[in-house]
Each structure stands twice: as structure tokens, then as C-alpha cells.
């Protein structure tokens, strides 16, 4: 029996990911425009680097501006503990090395120059402003309807005023809006637009939810106090006729004017669609967009015509299955228009996921990338020297996922690896392209940042971060492995924590931390995998903790993939417990007759399901915001990535229709103003649970959102406890979490210490 103390609940909250990514920081750059510079920020130090020069150095003289901002604000600031929030630079009009920032609930600027902290009238871009590329402008939506205001004297110009309530601008269908969420910080839902390059025009779709079915939260417990609150909100589903529909449109800032798309309204069931357009040329000549059915087995670019609205297909692939435009949902879409007119475009079509160079007319196709492997993104293109670079997944080792940088002719001839080794390269390039960021890792080598250039050449160092922080607190890094998939033949790859204080003499209860849906990977190669600290948090409490990619999930081939339409209830369950029996037989102290399951959302519905239909494996469980009845859910999930409808089909995939198969202990969390997935899901498996009169544990989060961000420090801590508690078998010591702190620099909270 593992007794734990107050000291075991600390050090495993120290594994969470706001304070683990404080002890390991990452590089993400921010380009500066025209790309040839960009910034990052390291817990409170501002860097800016300039490859060309192969200078990276502050971004300012921290020392002299802590001195200024205590001298003016009165307030003792610390070089290494800069309170500064909604930083920016590159600001119109100024010198390069002006910066402004918010600090003790004042605007200020400084400059290395002038070298005196000094109060301005200018008030921050607010959360979900858009600055234009001059930076002249910031653009919004206010009620549904686009706004600009003049960042030189502060006014502001409507630019449509025919919004209306379910029919408006840059919004997103109301499910996927994270409405509570932004409730919670006192904030309305974000607009979506884009400028054009020269600063004259904004994209923005305009959404149309008008008539489609409610459903309604109460809010038991408002922050005023007083009675319960009604929240209502457009929610359609799978299967519905009527769904949200989309067109887009182009305003024009100094004309007010707006030129609309001229063809139908596209259906939307997921907001991607609504982040898949993009402007080209130098000054926004045209509008590209990607545009799928509601079964995406079909996928169209589109080249819309900002000076009319007409719109013309210019590729369109089809499938049996979705035909995605990326390897993962939610990545950027690795489909480009090359000012000589031609498409470079990714396609499964082989099997793999390749790139494939169309010419401007369409009538000759040229497949740039083949092999077995997938190219996971499109970094630049240079259409000078006709060549690309490029990530691809599986080309070292075994390991499908294992990610390196290349670089290709658009013909396909001279494909040249840049990096050789065996570390994970998550990289990225602004979008004019000239040089590369380069994020190598490992599970066991924190990221080490360069800019490289054209050639793989290194540029400028960056960071490299060590492991000795995390070390400190009883870490140690998982062990990637490979495992026989439950058909007998397939290898699935995972991800194993052994427990703090490890002891190979012990046995230890497993824990799995899941999410299973297959538009994504959960256990990748790299040393940030999704998800990243929640697993190291149950390794310091004495669980070995395990995360797989069974079959039918995202990143390697089409047919992988492919293993989970139709069947998304199964979410390869059966895979995940034939990897942990092969690790149980790999490693005496895993002790498979204890094994639990844990998750969000996907992960939450993977967590039920694994209880009910695999009860003699799987014996405690705790399912947080699982979307239980997938039939009854966003339209997408089973309509794209289950493929039936049908009343057959939606049973296959519900969990209350396996409610009796439950003999373990599980808990269901969810909060009560979920507007995602609505608590009903919960609610539908607890009344389930109790017909066929099985015992469930339910916590129902007054106020917690889909994410429950603000409330998650509670629902950790009992996560925690029940696994604890079930597994280990014994009580769990009298500890709280503190609230999760928000990211440093962030405009809605606190900085994590």
C-alpha cells in the first residue's frame, strides 16, 4: 500500500504544465513584419533575433527599464521579474527600439534611446483585436459587426451595421465559440479577420446560425449572486437539416464598402473552415479557400475575387473516407499559391500524405514528395530556386512520428535531409520564408532552439534549456515505446512514466492517460507531447502512467487513420490494452491487474467507454467533459469521422447504451455551463447508470466551462484522490492546489511564478 503525503500532492502540482513550462521554456517566435526579425520571450527576458546578422541579443536593456518603471510607477520592479503585460513592438511611426507595455494597470513606453519609462494615453490592443500589417489599424468585432479603430487618434469606424443575432461577422458557430469561457473573464467571444498585406481591406466571413435549434445552460450559482441564469445557445446535430452556413466577404476600410462571395453559403460543422483562407499577392490580389461537404469526402480550393465575389474551384480531390487537408485537424493547411499561378497541394491520395504540384491551368499534376511517410509541413517556398522546405515524419528509425527538416525541388528531384539525427524537429518559418526556427527535442532532451538556414546551416543559437529543474522535484523522463496492436501484426508507439522514487522490486498500478478521438496524435516523440504534465503529475504520485496512439488516430498513414471510421466508438481501446499486457510482460513491476484511465473530452468519452466495455481490464476511471453520446454531439464527429447517421449508428457510438457493462469505480466530471459539450452527455450516462442500477460517482462544476480553466486546480485534486484512492488503496492526504496560474504576459490573469 502507497501511503502519500502533503509533500508527494506538491511536488506532483510543481509537474503541471503552467509551472513545468516555466522550468523548461520553448522558443515561439513572433515575426516581426516582413520577417526578417523575430521576438520570443523566455519567463520574463524579451529576446529579438536577426538571422542575417546572427545576432541574437534583448529585445531591451532589462536592467535599465526596471530601474525606470520603479522610478516612475513608484513600484519596485526586478530585472528578472518584469511585470509587463500586452508588450508591443514594431509600433508605427516609432523607432525600432520602442516598446510599449501594461504594468501596474498603466500604458508605457520605452526605448533603450530615450532611456526614461514614460505613461501614454494609448490604450493596449484588447483580446481579440487584429493589428493591421502597417499597424496602423486594429480591427474587431463589437455585436457581431466589424469595427477598425485609428491607433493614431483612437477612433473608431464601423464598417458594417447589418449584423443581427445568429447572423453576424467573424463569429464562430456558437459551440465552438467559447462563450462561458470568455464570460468567466468578464470578455465577448473573439471575431475572426483578416487584413490584406497592403492594410487596405479585411477578410471576414459572415456566419449564419439563424433557426437552428437551442439548447440551454443554467448557471446555478452567478457571480452577483441572486437566482440561476438562462444561457441559450444554437447548438445543431448530427443528422440535422439545418446547420450553420457560411459566405465570404471583403470590406474595404477606406471606401466602406463590401464585396460578397456570389455563390451558395457553405455548410460549416467545424470552425476550421473558417480559419482556411488566406490572402495572395503582394498587395491581396486574390483570396484562396478551402471549402469541404458536410461528410468531407471532398475538399475544393477556391480562388474568390475580392474586386467582384466571384469565386472559382481551381482543385478538388475526392475520397471514401475525409479528405483532409492536413495531417492533424486544426494545423495549417498545406495548401499554397505560388505567384507563377501554380498550387502546391497535400493530398493521402497514395496513402501517404505527399505534396503534389499543379500547374496554373490545372492540366498537369506533378507529385512532388512520395514514400512511406507523410510530409507534416510546409515551411517556405522559394519560387526563384523552385524549391521547398518541408517537415516529414518516419524517416529515421523506426518511428513514424520522429520528425526532420528537408527540402525538395518542385519537380521532386533533389530531396535533401537537413537534419540528420535521431531528435524530434518542430519547426517553423515566417511566412516570407529566408531561414527556419528548429525545435529539437527528444521525451528526454528538452527543446534545443536555432535558426538554421537554407542550406541546414545554424544561424544564430538560441536556447537549451536543461532538465535539472524538473530533475529536482523526482522527474525523470518516460520512455518511448513500441507495442503489437491488438490485430497482431500493427505497431502502435506510446509514451511510459515511471513513478517517482522508482523502485524495480515494486509493483505499481497503472494509470493511462487518454484522449483516443482521431483527429489528432496524443504521444509523440518530442519532449512537449500533448498534454504535457498531467501524466508527470500521476507519476509523481506513485503511478506508472502510460499514453498510446492505437489505430485511427492522426500522423502516419491513410489507412492508419482510416482504421476508425466507422467504428469511433471503439477509439482502439482494444489496441491500448494489448500494448499495456505487452508492457505488463515487458516490466514485472507494472502491475496490470490495476490498471485505471483518465481524460478530457475525447479523452473523457475514451475514460467511460474503456470502464463499460472492458470492465475485466480497466477497474477505476475518471471521465471529464466526455462528449458520452457522440450521436447527440458536435455534427462533425460522426458525420465526418464516423460516417452513419443513421438511429444504428448513433447507438453504436453511445456510452449510456453500454451503461450496464459498468463494475468499477468511475467518476464523471462535468461542468454545468459546458457549451461544447453540453452536461447533458453526463447526465444521459448517469441516468443510464441508474437503470441499470449501477453505482457512479458524478462532480457537476458550478460555472465550469469546457475547458473548466478557472475551477481546473479542484478538479485536479479530485482526479487525483479518487485514483488514488481506488487504486493505491489508501486515503489520499488533506492537500489543496492552488488555481492554475494563466500564462506570463497574459492579459486576463497573473503570471505563473
Known sequence: MTRLTESDYARAEQMLLPYRSRKVPAVRPQWQRGGARFRYRIADRHLLVDPAEGVRRPAFDHDRL????????????????????????????????????????????????????????????????????????????????????????????????????????????????????????????????????DSTRILVHRLDQRGLPEQVLVESSPPGGGRPVEHRYRYPMPGDE?????????????????????????????????????????KGEAVHFLRAPRDARALELHRFDPGTGETTVLVRETGETRVDPTPQLGDPPMARVLDSGEILWWSQRDGWGHLYLYSADGSEVTQVTRGQWPVRSVLWVDEERRQLWFVAAGLVGDDPYLRQICRIGLDGSGFTRLTEDDLDHDATSPPEGGYLVDRASSVSVAPRSRVLGGDGQVLVELEAPGTEALAALGWSPPERFTATAADGRTLVYGLLWRPHGFDPERRYPIVEHIYGAPQVYRAGPGFDSPHSGEPEAFAALGFAVVAIDGRGTAGRSKAFGDHSYGNLADGALDDHIAA??????????????????????????????????????????????????????????????????????????????????????????????????????????????????????????????????????????????????????????????????????????????
Open 580 to 753: 499495456i499486457r505487452e508492457l505488463g510482460h515487458r516490466y514485472p513491476w507494472l502491475d496490470t491487474g490495476r490498471v485505471g484511465i483518465t481524460g478530457h473530452s475525447g479523452g473523457g468519452y475514451a475514460t467511460a467507454r474503456a470502464l463499460l466495455a472492458h470492465p475485466d481490464f480497466f477497474s477505476v476511471g475518471v471521465s471529464v467533459a466526455g462528449n458520452h453520446d457522440p450521436g447527440f454531439y458536435l455534427p462533425m464527429w460522426a458525420e465526418q469521422y464516423h460516417g452513419d447517421v443513421s438511429d444504428e449508428g448513433k447507438r453504436a457510438i453511445s456510452t449510456p447504451a453500454i451503461a450496464a457493462g459498468l463494475t468499477g469505480k468511475l467518476l464523471l466530471i462535468h461542468g454545468e455551463l459546458d457549451d461544447n459539450v453540453h452536461p447533458y452527455h453526463t447526465l444521459r450516462l448517469v441516468n443510464a447508470l441508474i437503470d441499470a442500477d449501477r453505482d457512479v460517482d458524478l462532480l457537476i462544476v458550478p460555472g465550469g466551462e469546457h475547458s473548466l480553466l478557472l475551477k481546473m486546480h479542484h478538479v485536479q485534486r479530485r482526479t487525483w484522490d479518487y485514483l488514488v484512492r481506488h487504486l493505491h488503496g489508501t486515503e489520499p492526504p488533506v492537500y489543496r492546489l492552488a488555481p492554475l496560474p494563466l500564462p506570463p504576459g497574459s492579459a486576463l490573469g497573473p503570471a505563473a511564478p
Open 66 to 197: 526596471a530601474a525606470a518603471l520603479s522610478t516612475a510607477s513608484g513600484h519596485p520592479v526586478q530585472a528578472d521579474a518584469l511585470p509587463l503585460q500586452q508588450v508591443e513592438f514594431d509600433l508605427p511611426g516609432r523607432a525600432d527600439d520602442v516598446v510599449r507595455f501594461t504594468a501596474f494597470e498603466q500604458r508605457w513606453e520605452w526605448s533603450d534611446g530615450g532611456g526614461e519609462c514614460v505613461r501614454v494615453d494609448d490604450d493596449a490592443v484588447a483580446p481579440g483585436g487584429i493589428v493591421s500589417p502597417d499597424g496602423r489599424w486594429v480591427a474587431f468585432t463589437r455585436d457581431g459587426n466589424v469595427y477598425v479603430r485609428n491607433r493614431d487618434d483612437g477612433e473608431e469606424i464601423a464598417l458594417t451595421d447589418d449584423a443581427e443575432p445568429g447572423h453576424e461577422y467573424g463569429s464562430l458557430p456558437d459551440p465552438m465559440s467559447g462563450r462561458a469561457l470568455m464570460r468567466a473573464f468578464g470578455l465577448a467571444p473573439f471575431g475572426f479577420l483578416t487584413w490584406s498585406p
Open 242 to 282: 439545418a446547420q450553420a452556413t457560411m459566405t465570404w466577404n471583403v470590406i474595404d476600410v477606406a471606401e466602406r464598402t463590401i464585396v460578397r462571395q456570389q455563390d451558395d453559403p457553405a455548410t460549416i460543422v467545424h470552425p476550421t473552415a473558417l480559419v482556411y483562407a488566406w490572402w495572395t499577392g503582394e
